[in-house]
Each structure stands twice: as structure tokens, then as C-alpha cells.
């Protein structure tokens, strides 16, 4: 006790706060390859990856009370309200015993992104961006072959209205503060992959100045 470090973590009122964790949001178009990449980033950065909508299907399948709801909505491509969500998310943050996060598909709208920063005061270090054209990510969605419920045209074309019309301007929004960083996700998975990690050893370095 009593080191630089510890005075460093000791808030005005004198209690020991708690060390923030690293949290990376990993946005982009429904099929734009989030998952994909989230999964090469674990295995070399060490980070914990998780996926929002993953979460909430896990919650469809558990018999939660919230199931019937949040699968409705997924059928329709809606985007659910932030307290369950965000409930989900803190839950895996706490269980997971790691302090790097990558979080997949979440903020999607700007209620996502409000309520986020305000229950948890977290700032995302910066935001991955996945740059694709919807003729590209129609074409993903439609071979993906997970048995989801909403990768079917109706539910997708949806799903493209949501992004455009909720998601984007949360990305516009991280844009103004020089939070992001957009990667051309059309490539090939290999190349992408190769574009992420500049901006990832682009940030250990920073952090290790
Ligand atoms: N760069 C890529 N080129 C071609 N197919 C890709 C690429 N990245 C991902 N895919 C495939 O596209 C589908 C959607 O990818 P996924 O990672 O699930 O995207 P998201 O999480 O953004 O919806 C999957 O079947 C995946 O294997
Ligand atoms: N923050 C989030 C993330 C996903 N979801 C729901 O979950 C669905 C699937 O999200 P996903 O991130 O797994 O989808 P992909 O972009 O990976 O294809 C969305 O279309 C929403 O209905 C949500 O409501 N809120
Ligand atoms: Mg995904």
C-alpha cells in the first residue's frame, strides 16, 4: 500500500476506487464481420469477446423471463431496450475476470451508448469500425448457415435500416470525438485481420510509451 499506483486509484473522498477496464466497441453493418475478427483478436491480444447479440440469445435460450421479448424483437431486426442488454453485459464483464474487452454490436443506437457510459462511467478506448457495403454483408448473412432467426432477406433488410438509421449516428457521434478507427472490412477475413492488428499494436505501443 502507499505506492504511486494506489495513490493513483484513491478518489478525493479517500475510498480505493476501482480500475476501469479497457473496453473496445466493435461496430459495423449486420454480416460485416464482427464476430470473425473478434475471434482472430483473442486469440493474439488477449482481450475477452463479447458479442450483444450473442449474449441475448444465450438469454432466449436460458427461458428468462425476458426471452419471449428479446426474440421478438431480434425476429423484427429491433434493437432492445439497453437495460436488459446492458445488464447482460456487466454480468459477463464480472464473471469474466479478465480487464480487456472487445464489446461486439453494442452501442447500437444512442440509447445503447447513453445508458452505457452512464451506469457504467466507462469510455471505450476507441472504436473498431467495419467498413462494408450492404450488397457485401447481404451476401454474408445469406451463406452464414448459424440457423439464425433473423438472417432471412425480410428480417435483414430490416436489419440494414436499423444500422443506417440508429447505429451509424452512433458511430458519427464516436467519430467526432476521434474515437474511431474504420477498417475496410470487404477484404478478404486474412486481410482485415491484418488492418486490425496495425490498430491494435498501434495502441499497446502508445500504452507502453
Ligand atoms: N472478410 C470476410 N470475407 C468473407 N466472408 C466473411 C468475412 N468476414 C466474415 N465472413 C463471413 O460472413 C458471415 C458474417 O460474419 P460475422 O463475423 O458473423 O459478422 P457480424 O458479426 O458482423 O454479423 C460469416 O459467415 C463469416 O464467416
Ligand atoms: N446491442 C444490441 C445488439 C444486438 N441486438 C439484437 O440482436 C440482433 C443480432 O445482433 P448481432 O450483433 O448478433 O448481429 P450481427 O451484426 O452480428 O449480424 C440485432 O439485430 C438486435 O435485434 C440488440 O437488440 N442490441
Ligand atoms: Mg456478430
Partial sequence: MGTVVDAANTEANGSIAEKKPTVVFVLGGPGSGKGTQCA???QHFGYTHLSAGDLLRA???SGSENGTMIDDMIKEGK????EVTIKLLQKA????GNDKFLIDGFPRNEE??????????IEPEFVLFFDCSEEEMERRLLSRNQGRADDNIETIRKRFKVFLESSLPVIQYYESKGKVRK???AKPVE??????KAVLKAKDEKAAV
Fill in 79 to 82: 434493437i432492445v431496450p439497453s
Fill in 112 to 121: 445503447n451508448r447513453a445508458a452505457f457510459e452512464e451506469v457504467t462511467k
Fill in 93 to 96: 464483464i464480472q464473471e469474466s
Fill in 191 to 196: 486481410e482485415v485481420f491484418e488492418s486490425v
Fill in 40 to 42: 482472430n483478436i483473442v
Fill in 59 to 61: 438469454e432466449i435460450k
Fill in 183 to 185: 477498417i475496410d472490412a
